[in-house]
């Protein structure tokens, strides 16, 4: 068990640029989660998959947002046409369906900045 | 819709002390998880403690423990013997159980500064 990774760590880009961030889940969790975290405030849910289906999405996930976990596997998070507005922590988390206690395990996150 | 409310954005304590931690929540579910979680700066998100509304009993980890008191909405977290380590920002978290995506709702987070 090697824990909840996510890459990049950081990301800079200017203002209508595309951005794409990974994550990759602890092995045989079934499901994961997509966090945004803005200054002084808490994570909020985007989005979340069982297995490789996307069965929930925020109304916070604009049409510029989309995630995919192909395969079930590790999930991606690409913002088109980024804004400063999307300048936040973007965090993975994920848990295992049926855990009785509910936790989900939480990855560094990947920071982006928009100029 | 479910809220999670943490009126202390910022708390001291010195070392060796206790503090605890407010929170309030609003639901209509009753069969639902509450969670304290740790994020020491630059550091990812970790479970401090967490409580089944079921329960009647309050949970415990250590050092840390909770008060959950359901007819109020009220979960506070209270950490005793505070050490250094202890520094980071914590949020209250909910999560509904009963099928869905049983997401985390968290409040806005309350800063800890422990003081040597």
């Known amino acids: 068990d090697t824990g909840v990774s996510q890459n990049p760590r950081h990301k800079i880009t200017k203002r209508g640029q595309n951005v794409t961030f990974r994550c990759d889940p602890i092995?045989?969790?079934?499901?994961l989660y997509w966090y945004r975290q803005t200054l002084g405030q808490g994570p909020e849910f985007l989005t979340y998959f069982q297995n490789e289906a996307q069965l929930e999405k925020s109304r916070l996930l604009s049409d510029r947002f989309s995630a995919e976990r192909p395969k079930g596997s590790f999930s991606t998070l690409e913002i088109q046409r980024t804004e400063q507005g999307d300048s936040a922590m973007y965090l993975c988390?994920?848990?295992?369906?049926?855990?009785?206690?509910?936790?989900?395990?939480f990855g560094p996150g990947t920071r982006l900045t928009v100029l | 819709a479910q809220t999670v409310t943490q009126s202390q954005p910022e708390m001291s304590v010195q070392e060796a002390e206790t503090v605890t931690l407010s929170c309030t929540y609003d639901t209509s579910e009753s069969d639902y998880y509450l969670f304290w979680y740790k994020q020491p700066p630059s550091r990812q998100m970790i479970l401090v403690i967490r409580?089944?509304?079921?329960?009647?009993q309050n949970a415990t980890e250590n050092r840390f423990s909770v008060n959950f008191q359901k007819a109020a909405k009220s979960f506070s977290l209270k950490i005793s013997d505070s050490q250094l380590g202890d520094a980071a920002m914590y949020f209250c978290a909910y999560s509904f159980t009963q099928g869905g995506s049983e997401k985390l709702v968290f409040g806005k987070g309350t800063k800890l500064t422990v003081n040597p």
């Open positions: 092995s045989e969790h079934n499901r």
């Open positions: 988390a994920s848990r295992k369906r049926g855990a009785r206690n509910n936790e989900q395990f």
């Open positions: 409580q089944e509304a079921y329960k009647q």
